[in-house]
């Protein structure tokens, strides 16, 4: 099975801070990488899909890279109801589907 | 616009089967265009895939689970069941059904989740 690791696993920062967070895969899952946005208590939501595709109705502040085994999510300018946990998901080698242990963003 | 609840006991005593169900509305669960998921998270922790199913009752489960879980489908209820079988505290978790879709595997409809504990 693909392994998906993140970092940071949590990170603190500001409203209007630019913020990236990282998500390697154990070997190369092309472009089929994933991004969903958890809110406490709440079912996660799809972000961006295929490495770099941003979801309909996502803010445009948040972008996606990356190919192969590196990839990065950036929130261009954090905004206060960004302040959630991100999930990768790799769609490569499916099944299993796996995601990755997540990175926390909460307020400094 | 398809919504999904699960629905199903929020406690349930170890060596039992979790028993859960998940309804879907807004759309034909016999679609071309989805599997059918659970997935669950632990309290504090990431998100697992247990398995999907697709209209057809044709099956994927997570190997780390393939022994103790079952996943059905009843078309003429638009529903979808999850066993899974001599449940321990570490299967405490909310319970997460989804869709699935057929040709990327990407998830755009989520249930709320519900929380089962495993406690006697």
């Known amino acids: 099975d693909i392994q998906m690791t993140q970092s940071p696993s949590s990170l603190s920062a500001s409203v209007g801070d630019r913020v990236t967070i990282t998500c390697r895969a154990s070997?190369?899952?092309?472009?089929?990488l994933n991004w969903y946005q958890q809110k406490p208590g709440k079912a996660p939501k799809l972000l961006i899909y295929a490495a770099s595709s941003l979801q309909s109705g996502v803010p445009s502040r948040f972008s996606g890279s990356g190919s192969g085994t590196d990839f990065t999510l950036t929130i261009s300018s954090l905004q206060p109801e960004d302040f959630a946990t991100y999930y990768c998901?790799?769609?490569?080698?499916?099944?299993?589907?796996?995601f990755g242990p997540g990175t926390k963003v909460d307020i400094k | 616009q398809l919504q999904l609840q699960e629905s199903g006991p929020g406690l349930v005593k170890p060596s039992e089967t979790l028993s859960l169900t998940c309804t879907v509305s807004g759309g034909s669960i016999s679609s071309t265009s989805y599997y059918w998921g659970w997935i669950r998270q632990p309290p504090g922790k990431g998100l697992e895939w247990i398995g999907s199913?697709?209209?057809?009752?044709?099956?994927y489960y997570n190997p780390s689970l393939k022994s103790r879980v079952t996943i059905s489908i009843d078309t003429s209820k638009n529903q979808f069941s999850l066993k899974l079988s001599s449940v321990t505290a570490a299967d405490t978790a909310v319970y997460y059904c989804?869709?699935?879709?057929?040709?990327?595997?990407?998830?755009?409809?989520w249930g709320q989740g519900t929380l089962v504990t495993v406690s006697s």
């Open positions: 998901q790799q769609t490569y080698s499916t099944p299993p589907l796996t």
């Open positions: 989804a869709t699935i879709r057929y040709f990327d595997w990407l998830s755009h409809y």
């Open positions: 199913i697709y209209y057809s009752g044709s099956t």
């Open positions: 070997q190369s899952i092309s472009s089929y």
